[in-house]
């Protein structure tokens, strides 16, 4: 029988299934009490809410609300008192898939931009010809070109059985916050017509900048990654 409320989950007002984690041990067991549930989001006793969110709008966010709901004993997912190492390494994989969901919002955004200095007139040239315009988006160019192989190497890493928990916290406070940057300047770079919600500049920040909370926050994220680095 699962009862709670977990709040803050995406997509929870339009998901068919979720993956819950509950607890089945006691409070003494700590982490190892915890079991993973596939959950029908059908089932009698689930209701659902749905926030007002500054971006991520088309996912959505909300709180799951679990009454006397009667899962049955086959959806346990893995091991029973095994769902928190589970869950742990499932952001080992996400984390790397949110540094790149970012950084191809930056490239589109680089990308766009690279073309509007060259459509774009100013003082009798085109946009292009400005340095204070081009530096800043080739200095971004790097980051992000750098960026996407620091993702690639924690999936690669996790392709060979190696251990990436330090590279993929990387991945996950450097992607969100890369991309906000470089959306930012793109932004900036449109004048007055990249502050108009007629161009995605606006929107892509709002949701670059919510992912830097979700799966875990970049303090949590380097706290990890001292955590792997300190000498013990
Ligand atoms: C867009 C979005 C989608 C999400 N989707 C999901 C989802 O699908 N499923 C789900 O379970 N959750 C989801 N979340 C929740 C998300 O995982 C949490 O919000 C996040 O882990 C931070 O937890 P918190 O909000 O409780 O922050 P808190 O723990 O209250 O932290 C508040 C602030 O304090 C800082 N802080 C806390 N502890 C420390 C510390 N020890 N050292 C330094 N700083 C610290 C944090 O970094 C943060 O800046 C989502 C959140 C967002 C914004």
Redesign the pocket.
Known sequence: MLNGE?T????ADQADVAVVFARTGTQEQRASGISAFLVPMDLPGISTSRFE?S??RAIG?GSIFFDNVSVPADHMLGEEGQGFKQVMQGFDYSRALIGLQCLAVAQQSLDETWQWLTEREAFGQPLAAFQGLTHPLAEYQTYVQAARMQCYYALWLKDNDLPHTAEAAMNKWWGPKLAFDVVKQCMLAHGHTGWGEDLPFSQRMRDVL??Q????????MK?IIARQSVPR
């Open positions: 977990k803050s989950i995406s997509m969110d971006g991520q966010r919510g992912l909370i979700g799966d875990g926050t970049a303090q949590i706290n």
